[in-house]
């Protein structure tokens, strides 16, 4: 008879080799060159992308986080209902149009649109260095995250620095392997895995504790009615702070480079408009995780860590081997974030940083090498900071959430304004770059009950369009919108 | 549509259980493909419109 934390880890492990066995078999017959390796040669359907882009979109913060934010928030944390919903609205628009770009200029990366668009290098490099920063701690956190899920899940037994270790090996080898096609495939298994556990998590613990989820918030309305709304058990995240903040991140969340890059696998821009219609049902899974983090405040309360909440009660709740499998799903669902951007940063820095500025010589297979050792350099230095990691890399993420929406003007009015011009969209920018961070660093946000980030991003388009205006661009834009006939490519 | 949160944020009258404001954004959550896909509809109509001509 195995002991629980053997039955728990072995479920666990075998889940997690199940989805790196799948990523290893996904290699197409093809030559694994630069634009195979980054868009899968832009050849994937509709079914392809959308488990794709679930899988990048919901990542260990959805798993951990969201539940950790019921917890020990309470209602502000329903803001990440309406803001992902909204954020695939603002795809139906964008990225069609993007996609035709792309195609027509095989653009594969965010500064890769900057370059084509703007023609302006320093802005390019710009984009590039911000979107390779706001990255580290993204990485960083699904590796925390992987950590923190596997010694819950082992009853403590394995430490999560091990747990890390082993995980970004296996990242790292499907990456570099296979590419996006790999993250692709292997979030088949994630996606499908997170909707069984989010089930298992939001309906099964409040019935197994309540006798059904009705039950539990009619417990949690008598006794805690005020974690149930806004500002929940926080002091300031009031009804202006949810405008706000959900406008930032449904503008915003499409401006993290990797998930503007898989725009451009896609084989239609047909395929990305019904993908817009079809995703916002994928969010009922979060709305579960609520469920489940609202149950812990009244099972488990007063835990040090509200990111632990939704594990605790889970461990509580079922038998391990199906802890097993919560614990694998959420192991892989911090796994594919991480793989897709360590993906894309390795890429931005070989294509959009390195060879314009190093090496203008260097051949695409060239470029294709750089990137996939960059893949394993990315992957050491990601695991090193997350050993050592701090407490502080959430409120880094959330600064560099906020950094990643100023991109937002330079991307739509660059598809849908002909007048807008390269050095107007870099001094938006750095203004709204400046003002987000100021204000965070002084610890400003929210400001007057607003997101620093959406504070920044207003006087960032207001800046972008007013610049534009005052100097216009001496020949005409190079590119006016994405529907107007082709300008010869940037390379 | 979210300008409205001071209308919605709060836990009574109850459906299935759940607090209204949760109840709003799931409803949300549902309405939002059938909205797209009348977007989605029209855009593809323009499009077809736009070959032709």
Same mark, same amino acid.
């Given at each position: 008879?195995?002991?629980?934390?053997?039955?728990?880890l072995a479920v666990m492990f075998a889940i997690v080799a199940l989805?790196?066995?799948?990523?290893?078999?996904?290699?197409?017959?093809?030559?694994?060159?630069? #634009?195979?390796?980054?868009?899968?040669?832009?050849?994937?359907?509709?079914?392809?992308?959308?488990?794709?882009?679930?899988? #990048?979109?919901?990542?260990?913060?959805?798993?951990?986080?969201?539940?950790?934010?019921?917890?020990?928030? &309470?209602?502000?944390?329903?803001?990440?209902?309406?803001?992902?919903t909204l954020a695939y609205v603002t795809s139906f628009f964008i /990225?069609?149009?993007?996609?035709?770009?792309?195609?027509?200029?095989?653009?594969?990366?965010?500064?890769?649109?900057?370059?084509?668009?703007?023609?302006?290098?320093?802005?390019?490099?710009?984009?590039?260095?911000?979107?390779?920063?706001?990255?580290?701690?993204?990485?960083?956190?699904?590796?925390?995250?992987?950590?923190?899920?596997?010694?819950?899940?082992? =009853?403590?037994?394995? #430490?999560?620095?091990?747990?890390?270790?082993?995980?970004?090996?296996?990242?790292?080898?499907?990456?570099?392997?296979? &590419?996006?096609?790999?993250?692709?495939?292997?979030?088949?298994?994630?996606?499908?895995?997170?909707?069984?556990?989010?089930?298992?998590?939001?309906? &099964?613990?409040?019935?197994?504790?309540?006798?059904?989820?009705?039950?539990?918030?009619?417990? /949690?309305?008598?006794?805690?009615?005020?974690?149930?709304?806004?500002?929940?058990?926080? *002091?300031?995240?009031?009804?202006?702070?949810?405008?706000?903040?959900? /406008?930032?991140?449904?503008? +915003?969340?499409?401006?993290?480079?990797? @998930?503007?890059?898989?725009?451009?696998?896609?084989?239609?821009?047909?395929?990305?408009?019904?993908?817009?219609?079809?995703?916002?049902?994928?969010? @009922?899974?979060?709305?579960?995780?609520? =469920?489940?983090?609202?149950?812990?405040?009244?099972?488990?309360?007063?835990?040090?860590?509200?990111? /632990?909440?939704?594990?605790?009660?889970?461990?509580?709740? =079922?038998?391990?081997?199906?802890? &097993?499998?919560?614990?694998?799903? +959420?192991?892989?669902?911090?796994?594919?974030p991480a793989a897709i951007l360590i993906l894309t940063a390795a890429?931005?820095?070989?294509?959009?940083?390195?060879?314009?500025?190093?090496?203008?010589?260097?051949?695409?297979?060239?470029?294709?090498?750089?990137?996939?050792?960059?893949?394993?350099?990315?992957?050491?230095?990601? @695991?090193?900071?997350?050993?050592?990691?701090?407490?502080?890399?959430?409120?880094?993420?959330?600064?560099?959430?906020?950094?990643?929406?100023?991109?937002?003007?330079?991307?739509?009015?660059?598809?849908?304004?002909?007048?807008?011009?390269?050095?107007?969209?870099?001094?938006?920018?750095?203004?709204?770059?400046?003002?987000?961070?100021?204000?965070? *660093? *002084?610890?400003?946000?929210?400001?007057?009950?607003?997101?620093?980030?959406?504070?920044?991003?207003?006087?960032?388009?207001?800046?972008?369009?007013?610049?534009?205006?005052?100097?216009?661009?001496?020949?005409?834009?190079?590119?006016?919108?994405?529907?107007?006939?082709?300008?010869?490519?940037?390379? | 549509?979210?300008?409205?949160?001071?209308?919605?944020?709060?836990?009574?009258?109850?459906?299935?259980?759940?607090?209204?404001?949760?109840?709003?954004?799931?409803?949300?959550?549902?309405?939002?493909?059938?909205?797209?896909?009348?977007?989605?509809?029209?855009?593809?109509?323009?499009?077809?419109?736009?070959?032709?001509?």
């Amino acid at each position: 008879m195995m002991t629980p934390t053997a039955t728990a880890l072995a479920v666990m492990f075998a889940i997690v080799a199940l989805g790196t066995a799948v990523g290893f078999l996904a290699g197409s017959r093809e030559r694994m060159d630069l #634009e195979q390796w980054t868009v899968g040669g832009r050849r994937f359907g509709a079914a392809l992308v959308f488990l794709l882009m679930a899988g #990048e979109a919901y990542t260990t913060f959805s798993f951990l986080g969201v539940s950790g934010w019921a917890y020990s928030r &309470g209602g502000p944390v329903l803001y990440v209902l309406a803001y992902i919903t909204l954020a695939y609205v603002t795809s139906f628009f964008i /990225l069609p149009q993007l996609w035709d770009l792309g195609r027509r200029h095989r653009l594969q990366t965010q500064p890769d649109f900057f370059n084509t668009r703007y023609r302006n290098r320093y802005l390019t490099g710009f984009v590039c260095v911000v979107g390779i920063l706001a990255f580290i701690p993204y990485v960083q956190l699904q590796l925390v995250g992987v950590g923190i899920i596997v010694s819950v899940a082992s =009853f403590g037994h394995i #430490e999560p620095a091990p747990a890390m270790a082993v995980a970004t090996l296996l990242i790292v080898a499907f990456v570099f392997a296979n &590419g996006v096609r790999a993250v692709a495939w292997v979030s088949i298994v994630k996606d499908f895995l997170m909707v069984v556990a989010a089930v298992a998590i939001g309906i &099964g613990i409040p019935l197994a504790r309540f006798g059904g989820v009705g039950a539990m918030f009619h417990a /949690l309305a008598h006794t805690h009615p005020q974690q149930l709304v806004m500002p929940g058990a926080t *002091a300031n995240l009031g009804h202006a702070w949810y405008i706000s903040t959900v /406008l930032l991140s449904a503008l +915003g969340s499409y401006m993290w480079p990797h @998930l503007f890059g898989t725009a451009f696998t896609a084989k239609s821009a047909d395929t990305l408009r019904r993908n817009a219609v079809v995703m916002p049902l994928y969010t @009922l899974t979060l709305a579960l995780m609520f =469920f489940a983090g609202f149950t812990a405040v009244l099972t488990v309360p007063h835990l040090r860590d509200g990111d /632990l909440a939704v594990l605790v009660v889970a461990r509580e709740t =079922f038998s391990p081997w199906f802890l &097993g499998v919560i614990g694998g799903a +959420g192991a892989l669902t911090a796994m594919v974030p991480a793989a897709i951007l360590i993906l894309t940063a390795a890429t931005l820095f070989a294509k959009n940083l390195y060879r314009p500025l190093l090496a203008p010589a260097m051949t695409e297979d060239g470029v294709a090498r750089l990137a996939r050792a960059m893949v394993v350099v990315l992957g050491a230095t990601s @695991l090193a900071l997350a050993i050592h990691g701090s407490s502080t890399i959430v409120s880094l993420l959330l600064t560099a959430y906020a950094v990643m929406a100023q991109c937002f003007p330079g991307v739509v009015l660059g598809l849908f304004w002909s007048r807008v011009t390269g050095p107007g969209v870099f001094i938006g920018i750095i203004a709204g770059v400046l003002t987000a961070v100021l204000l965070m *660093a *002084a610890h400003l946000d929210p400001v007057f009950g607003l997101n620093a980030g959406f504070v920044g991003l207003s006087v960032n388009l207001a800046v972008a369009v007013v610049a534009s205006l005052l100097f216009p661009a001496r020949e005409p834009a190079a590119e006016p919108t994405a529907r107007v006939a082709a300008a010869p490519s940037a390379e | 549509m979210c300008f409205s949160v001071t209308l919605w944020d709060r836990i009574e009258p109850m459906f299935f259980g759940v607090p209204f404001n949760l109840c709003w954004l799931i409803l949300w959550i549902v309405l939002t493909p059938c909205c797209m896909w009348g977007a989605y509809r029209i855009e593809t109509a323009a499009e077809r419109r736009g070959e032709r001509g």
